[in-house]
């Protein structure tokens, strides 16, 4: 079977920073996939990368067996269509409610009369674990958490297989993050989705993750989450064997 996110040879560079010089990267089907990497290790442009808002100085990015690297934005309009992304601040509209923020790419896309705009948008809403009261609300009148549900809620609107999800636990007190845990878990298993997750969050990679890819010397090692404990880098040893992972791996890993 064929990867649902893979990337070859990539290669970004901003002036003389080079950021990934010959990164690989492949993501299968119905998997949560973690990806993590110290700052200015190019997390976030990774993702950029995969999402076609940038292009790479060399490589390729297929997403479901089509190369998507030199499409134009008209090309890829169908494309995005078909992956939802949550940022980390939610980057939801200020002068929108939770609603019409839902709304937006259904509008876009869809050609649906108002009266079902709202109902799917309600639909997503609530599979996201928000009041319903909550549609009516505008961001500034919602706690960290919520903001972050919302965003998945937008992410979800046109039913997408692959959803992107950038820091989502980011600024959340233990008890929301553990509660966003169980919403990824909830909705990978019951959507099918294939998630690919940018986090710093131990917690959050040893609860939802299946695979593992970190980025280290500007490229990526990948491997299930009880093997890349494992890895001899040192930037790997020291991020999963540190003071905070500890409690999680236990003897077993000679914490």
């Not at 100085?57 to 479901?64: E, I, P, Y």
């Not at 499409?71 to 002068?95: H, M, N, W």
Request: charged content about 20%; overall charge neutral; some cysteine.
């Amino acid at each position: 079977m064929e990867p649902v996110v893979e990337v070859r040879g990539l290669v970004n560079r901003f002036g003389r920073q080079l950021v990934h010089d010959g990164l690989d990267m492949q993501v299968a089907e119905d998997e949560v996939f973690g990806i993590v990497g110290g700052s200015g290790s190019g997390k976030s442009v990774l993702l950029r990368t995969i999402l076609g808002l940038q292009r790479p100085q060399a490589g390729t990015v297929s997403l479901r067996g089509r190369d998507i690297t030199h499409l134009s934005e008209a090309q890829l309009r169908p494309i995005k269509a078909g992956y939802g992304v949550a940022f980390q601040a939610g980057a939801l509209y200020s002068g929108l409610t939770v609603l019409e923020n839902v709304q937006l790419p259904m509008i876009e896309h869809l050609r649906l009369p108002p009266t079902a705009l709202d109902g799917l948008a309600l639909l997503k809403i609530r599979l996201v674990g928000l009041p319903e009261d909550a549609a009516a609300k505008y961001p500034s009148q919602l706690s960290g958490g919520m903001v972050k549900r919302a965003a998945v809620a937008r992410a979800l609107a046109l039913d997408p297989q692959l959803l992107f999800l950038d820091e989502p636990t980011s600024g959340l007190d233990p008890v929301s993050a553990s509660a966003f845990d169980d919403l990824v878990l909830y909705l990978q298993q019951h959507l099918r989705l294939t998630i690919v997750m940018i986090t710093h969050d131990l917690d959050s990679i040893f609860r939802t993750c299946n695979r593992v890819g970190v980025i280290v010397d500007r490229r990526m090692e990948t491997d299930t989450l009880e093997r890349i404990v494992d890895h001899p880098n040192p930037w790997i040893q020291a991020y999963f064997h540190g003071e905070r992972a500890r409690a999680r791996l236990g003897a077993g890993h000679g914490a």
